[in-house]
C-alpha cells in the first residue's frame, strides 16, 4: 500500500495559511477568565471547570479559543456530555456548522434527554440549509420541554421547507400576556407569525434594544415579511442586522446568510 504521505503536493494544493488558521487574538484576557483558566489547570480532571473557562472566553467573543478549553476537558472526560454540548455551541458562534451538528450528534448519544442539544443542533442544520434534519432536531425538543425559542425556529425552519400548516401548528396556541413567562424576543416573534402582534410593534420594541437584541427580534420580523411577499420591508432589517458589530449570534448570521441569498 502506498504512502500517501510521500506523494507530491497535487499543482492546485491549499496553502499552510488557508488551511491552519495561525492568527489569534491579541485581546487581553479577562482577570475572570484568567482565574478561570487557572482552576481548570489546578483541576484538570474537572469538566466544569473547564466549561467555566470556555464561558469565560466565550463572553470576550473568543470562541476558538473557547473550543481548544472544551477539547482539553474532553481529553480528561471523552464522555462528559456537556463538553461537547458547549464546544458544538462554540462552533456555531465561529459558523462550522458542520462540526458544530457532528460534536451535537456525540452529546445526543450521550445524553439524548439534553434539551439544549436538540435545539442548538436545529439551529446549526438550520444556518447550513439543511431545514429537513434542522425540523427533526427542533421536533427533538417537544418531547422533552414546550419551550418558546423551539417553536420559533421550528416555524421559520417549516416555512422555509414550503410547510405552511405545520408551522402555523407550531405556534397557534401562544397566548398574549405570557411575556413574563419566555425569552422576549422569541415570545413576540412567534405572535407575529400567528398573528397575534403586529410587526410594527415588535419592531418598535426592538428599536429601544441593544444591538444583538434588535437582531433578535428583527430577523424574525424579517423572515415573516418574506413569507407576506412584502421581502422589500426585510431586506432594511436585515441589512441593519448585517452592518452591525454583533456578529456571532444566531439572528446575525442567519440574517447576513439571508440577506447574501436574496441579494443576489
Not at 415570545?187 to 426592538?206: Q, T, W
Request: include cysteine; charge should be negative.
Amino acid at each position: 500500500m502506498a504512502n500517501v504521505l510521500s506523494e507530491p503536493d497535487l499543482p492546485n494544493s491549499a496553502s499552510m495559511s488557508s488551511e491552519i488558521h495561525l492568527e489569534r487574538t491579541n485581546v487581553p484576557l479577562d482577570p475572570l477568565v484568567l482565574a478561570a483558566k487557572a482552576a481548570a489547570e489546578r483541576n484538570p480532571a474537572d469538566p466544569e471547570l473547564w466549561i467555566k473557562y470556555g464561558r469565560a472566553l466565550r463572553r470576550q467573543q473568543m470562541h476558538r479559543e473557547a473550543i481548544d478549553a472544551y477539547c482539553m476537558g474532553i481529553t480528561y472526560n471523552p464522555f462528559y456530555p456537556l463538553l461537547y454540548r458547549h464546544r458544538a455551541h462554540a462552533y456555531i458562534n465561529i459558523q462550522q456548522y458542520r462540526e458544530a451538528a457532528a460534536t451535537f450528534e456525540i452529546a445526543l448519544r450521550l445524553d439524548p434527554q439534553n434539551w439544549d442539544c436538540w435545539y442548538h443542533q436545529g439551529l446549526a442544520y438550520y444556518l447550513m440549509g439543511d431545514y429537513a434534519r434542522a425540523e427533526k432536531s427542533l421536533e427533538g425538543c417537544f418531547r422533552l420541554e414546550d419551550e418558546m425559542a423551539a417553536r420559533d425556529w421550528l416555524w421559520l425552519t417549516r416555512m422555509r421547507l414550503g410547510k405552511a400548516e405545520e408551522a402555523a401548528q407550531a405556534v397557534a396556541d401562544v397566548r398574549t400576556g405570557e411575556e413574563e413567562k419566555h425569552h422576549k424576543g422569541y415570545y413576540n416573534r412567534v405572535l407575529v407569525y400567528a398573528g397575534k402582534k403586529s410587526p410594527e410593534e415588535v419592531m418598535a420594541i426592538a428599536e429601544t434594544l441593544d444591538e444583538h437584541m434588535y437582531a433578535t427580534y428583527g430577523y424574525g420580523v424579517a423572515c415573516w415579511y418574506v413569507t407576506q411577499g412584502q421581502k422589500e420591508k426585510a431586506l432594511p432589517i436585515l441589512r441593519r442586522i448585517a452592518a452591525g458589530e454583533s456578529w456571532s449570534g444566531f439572528a446575525e448570521q442567519a440574517a447576513r446568510r439571508d440577506l447574501a441569498a436574496w441579494e443576489e
